[in-house]
């Protein structure tokens, strides 16, 4: 079992920038995908950006594509989510994780963070 903790959430005006952290509590990574997905309220579960083991794979929803950037440093045991020209409509708590493919569904991950609101005003 991997308990994924996401931080770096908070208020942010439009166009302002935000970068989320997540990392895995007692344990390494190991071979494992990350993602990152999104939840507004009233919505469905988003998918928003995706990384392979290597780094070598990148995945992004097409409305953040230009806008928000996942790396991922191994050797820190860490993933990020670098969030630029933030719009109102990004509005929705982040969750990350971890699975055996680099994938763009949900269904396709099988550790979960608690998430971490991200609100982004007008």
């Known amino acids: 079992q991997m308990q994924l903790v996401e931080s770096g959430g908070g208020l942010v005006q439009a166009g302002g920038s935000l970068r989320l952290s997540c990392a895995p509590s007692?344990?390494?990574?190991?071979?494992?995908?990350m993602g990152w997905f999104r939840q507004a309220p009233g919505k469905g579960r988003e998918f928003v950006a995706a990384?392979?083991?290597?780094?070598?794979?990148?995945k992004y929803q097409d409305s953040v594509k230009d806008r928000f950037t996942i790396s991922r440093d191994n050797a820190d045991n860490t993933v990020y989510l670098q969030m630029n020209s933030l719009k109102p409509e990004d509005t929705a708590v982040y969750y990350c994780a971890a699975g055996s493919v680099t994938s763009m569904s949900w269904r396709n991950y099988d550790y979960w963070g608690q998430g971490t609101q991200v609100t982004v005003s007008s």
């Open positions: 007692g344990r390494t990574f190991g071979s494992y995908s």
């Open positions: 990384i392979s083991w290597s780094g070598s794979v990148t």
